[in-house]
């Protein structure tokens, strides 16, 4: 759920559905892409200051076999497209984003999504484009031994990504 003030806002879910309010949640408006049966669940949803640049994260997109991402530059007016390319993934990964966050200042501007297995991509170009990040320190064997949950930015170079350790016996 994300809500630009209390009255506007946006929520995600199954199937890859997508809603917005204008009257503080007491009636909700589908909107472009349409629910679709068997498709993932989207989990998280954010916008960049003035409310027109947004994305959606969520389950693998079996279609794809890519990570769900789903942006809008136009505050969703004419729907919610994916991104034209995710590079750097690390090789059949059962991709699961679960946060997605932007941080900026000036001319800089990030999108970060979080999820599992040890995945962390970021957009540098309002969510067009996309590419796996790697902190440094990591290994991707290290990584892909994570499970993140949450990011979030205090300002556009200060960060924390938080994560759940997964035990295989």
Not at 6 to 33: C, E, K, Y
Not at 34 to 61: E, S
Request: no cysteine; charged share 15%.
């Amino acid at each position: 759920v994300h809500f630009f003030d209390a009255l506007n806002g946006w929520v995600v879910g199954q199937f890859s559905r997508i809603a917005r309010t204008i009257d503080g949640g007491s009636h909700w408006i589908a909107v472009a892409p349409q629910p679709d049966l068997g498709v993932g669940n989207l989990q998280a949803i954010t916008f960049k200051p003035g409310n027109q640049i947004g994305v959606a994260v969520g389950q693998l997109d079996n279609e794809t076999s890519m990570p769900k991402i789903l942006y809008t530059q136009n505050g969703g007016a004419s729907g919610w497209d994916a991104p034209d390319s995710i590079s750097n993934l690390k090789a059949d990964s059962p991709w699961d984003l679960r946060e997605v966050t932007w941080t900026g200042a000036g001319s800089f501007s990030h999108f970060w999504a979080v999820g599992a297995p040890g995945l962390v991509v970021h957009s540098t170009d309002d969510a067009v484009n996309w590419t796996e990040f790697t902190p440094p320190g990591f290994t991707a064997a290290q990584l892909s031994a994570l499970e993140f949950e949450g990011v979030a930015f205090a300002d556009f170079k200060n960060g924390i990504f938080i994560a759940n350790a997964v035990y295989v016996d």
